[in-house]
């Protein structure tokens, strides 16, 4: 089965447009690559099998076509974001996306949203944009935590299209654009791609110094207790977050040795999530390094962030300080109720050469749904040093 075109309502994306065959002057932009369909209108596929699931039938963004419509939301701000995000990502994947405001032009006064019979939306997107699928959504929340909801049905099928549905959590800003992106990888059926740099650093040296070099975290395991004897040494301070998190220090339910337990509610769980830092690591800017840890999820969605920290003197009245200049984020995929393993290279750098990050902090994050997670075995190595002469200047 393949889908061919994608209708999302609710989203924007900058750049060239090209006419496209549809009413009012339809335009759409084409994807980063050009598809192997043609300029302008990928060719009709095959009839989709509507007894499929997406990730069965679709896992291909080439020659589709993404048809953008406003979703729901309060702010502006969110509604032109999650437009741009995820326009923008299914323009790098290969798809074409559509000109909002040709869009709107051809639907005049007539809207859509969730409470579309979904009929009525494959049945717009199949005859006014000759599209396969067609998203709509609503968004919960603010410009700093809020939560996206994603409805998308395959035109294929016209009397019994096919639908899925989704809600993305983003607890704080950043995490727009990364749920985004995974939305749209959901959509097209496609799974996310692995750390490209671990498939790219595959030789005998990188290997032996993963197995054999020195672990750049102080008491990974969580085994050495602080002099306070209340959590592990060399970790943020255990104890209540905020109302409604607790992280606690304690002996593995599933085995021997220590770990870190987080137990959050529906409150902070849909709010900022509960995160856990540990001490500062001295790394070098464009070395290469490897981290990886084990983690146990009851329920919430698990992401870690190896953020770089750059040492600025005093300026201005201020005392020196180190500042936030790079961030790797890990997303880990593994299974529910279950010890996992995750690991990702990173090359940490910087936009401005003069602030390239020479501190890193490892910081192990939760957030919604609520519930309980473990963490333990936290692993950070230099397998390979920055190129002679320092790392390369980096372009945004």
Not at 321 to 328: G, L, S
Request: aromatic share 10%.
């Amino acid at each position: 089965m393949r889908f061919c075109a994608l209708v999302l309502v609710g989203l924007a994306v900058g750049g060239a447009w090209a006419a496209a065959p549809a009413a009012a002057a339809l335009k759409k932009t084409m994807p980063d690559a050009p598809a192997a369909k043609g300029p302008e209108k990928a060719a009709a596929a095959p009839a989709a099998d509507a007894s499929k699931s997406p990730a069965e039938g679709a896992r291909d963004a080439q020659g589709m076509s993404l048809l953008v419509m406003p979703i729901t939301a309060e702010d502006e701000k969110l509604r032109v974001g999650i437009r741009e995000a995820l326009n923008f990502k299914a323009k790098r994947l290969g798809a074409t996306v559509y000109d909002p405001a040709s869009v709107a032009e051809v639907m005049g006064l007539e809207t859509c949203s969730l409470a579309t019979p979904t009929e009525q939306l494959a049945l717009l997107g199949r005859k006014k944009f000759e599209a396969d699928i067609v998203v709509v959504g609503t968004v919960t929340g603010n410009t700093t935590s809020c939560q996206i909801h994603l409805k998308a049905v395959y035109t294929a099928d016209l009397k019994n299209p096919l639908v899925i549905e989704k809600t993305y959590s983003c607890p704080e800003p950043q995490f727009r654009g990364i749920e985004m992106a995974r939305a749209v990888y959901d959509i097209f059926g496609m799974l996310q791609p692995d750390d490209p740099l671990r498939a790219l650093r595959q030789d005998p040296e990188i290997a032996r110094r993963w197995k054999d070099g020195p672990n750049l975290v102080k008491n990974p395991g969580f085994e050495v207790a602080s002099a306070a004897g209340t959590g592990p040494a060399n970790w943020n301070p255990t104890g209540k977050l905020g109302t409604g998190g607790t992280v606690t220090w304690l002996t593995n339910p599933d085995g021997q040795g220590k770990v870190i337990r987080y137990e959050m509610d529906q409150e902070v769980a849909g709010g900022y999530g509960m995160a856990y830092y540990s001490d500062w690591i001295q790394i070098e800017p464009g070395a290469t390094y490897r981290f990886s840890c084990r983690y146990k999820s009851m329920a919430p969605t698990v992401k870690v962030f190896l953020k770089g920290y750059h040492e600025f003197p005093p300026q201005e009245g201020f005392p020196a300080q180190r500042r936030e200049t790079y961030r790797r984020q890990v997303h880990p995929a593994g299974a529910k109720k279950a010890w996992n393993y995750v690991e990702a290279d990173f090359i940490p750098l910087a936009l401005k050469p003069t602030q390239m990050p020479t501190w890193l902090k490892v910081d192990l994050f939760a957030y919604w749904p609520e519930g309980v997670v473990f963490w333990d075995d936290i692993v950070l190595k230099k397998v390979r040093d920055a190129p002679p002469g320092g790392p390369a200047k980096t372009e945004k």
